[in-house]
T-cell receptor
Framework: DAMVIQNPRYQVTQFGKPVTLSCSQT?????MYWYQQKSSQAPKLLFH???????NEADTPDNFQSRRPNTSFCFLDIRSPGLGDAAMYLC???????????????FGPGTRLTVL | SQQGEEDPQALSIQEGENATMNCSYK?????LQWYRQNSGRGLVHLIL?????REKHSGRLRVTLDTSKKSSSLLITASRAADTASYFC??????????FGAGTTVTVRA
């Protein structure tokens, strides 16, 4: 089945120790998103890729970066995690082309990040 | 930024009862979507209603949209224990980005 896969499902890191979360998709969608979701809150968009074009949200901290080496894979790098970065990180995809799009987003199961 | 506000924040109902939750938003939209999130999992798309539609059905789900009031409602009929989850509305302004509300947590008691 076509899907969005996130690894690992649970990640524990130490304060200040860089961490990378990964996302892959078999949907061949051209747009990939990274969201941060804290407990009982709405998912907050960090950034997204439209094809190879990177788009950062204005309030995303510089501590967060992303890479998309090809259509299928996208990575979230947290350079120096703080206690406030502990959250669920959700990857999503969609297909968007002018005049024709899926409109909906397809989410992975998320990676729960704990910062000690 | 978060555009949607959901009401109520939490809802507890008996199995078989209906559950209704509401979403209000601030700016004009292309469409409004509802997603479900089971505890500790990703979001699953439930239903999409476009700005020129007023009501839509999918199985036990009924969504309404009132663009004059900038509000939407999601009704789940004949609820089941498996409907226990958080439900989020998300607005699409046509720029392929979604803005999510804070969600309604629904608990269905057996």
């Amino acid at each position: 089945d076509a899907m969005v896969i996130q690894n690992p499902r649970y990640q524990v890191t130490q304060f200040g120790k860089p961490v990378t979360l990964s996302c892959s998709q078999t949907l061949n969608h051209n747009v990939m998103y990274w969201y941060q979701q804290k407990s009982s809150q709405a998912p907050k968009l960090l950034f997204h890729y439209y094809d190879k074009d990177f788009n950062n949200e204005a309030d995303t901290p510089d501590n967060f970066q992303s890479r998309r080496p090809n259509t299928s894979f996208c990575f979230l790098d947290i350079r120096s995690p703080g206690l406030g970065d502990a959250a669920m990180y959700l990857c999503a995809t969609s297909s968007f082309h002018q005049g024709m799009s899926t409109d909906t987003q397809y989410f992975g199961p998320g990676t729960r990040l704990t910062v000690l | 930024s978060q555009q949607g506000e959901e009401d109520p924040q939490a809802l507890s109902i008996q199995e078989g009862e209906n559950a209704t939750m509401n979403c209000s938003y601030k700016t004009s939209i292309n469409n409004l979507q509802w997603y479900r999130q089971n505890s500790g999992r990703g979001l699953v798309h439930l239903i999409l209603i476009r700005s020129n539609e007023r009501e839509k059905h999918s199985g036990r789900l009924r969504v309404t949209l009132d663009t004059s009031k900038k509000s939407s409602s999601l009704l789940i009929t004949a609820s089941r224990a498996a409907d226990t989850a958080s439900y989020f509305c998300a607005t699409d302004r046509g720029d392929y980005k979604l803005s999510f509300g804070a969600g309604t947590t629904v608990t269905v008691r057996a």
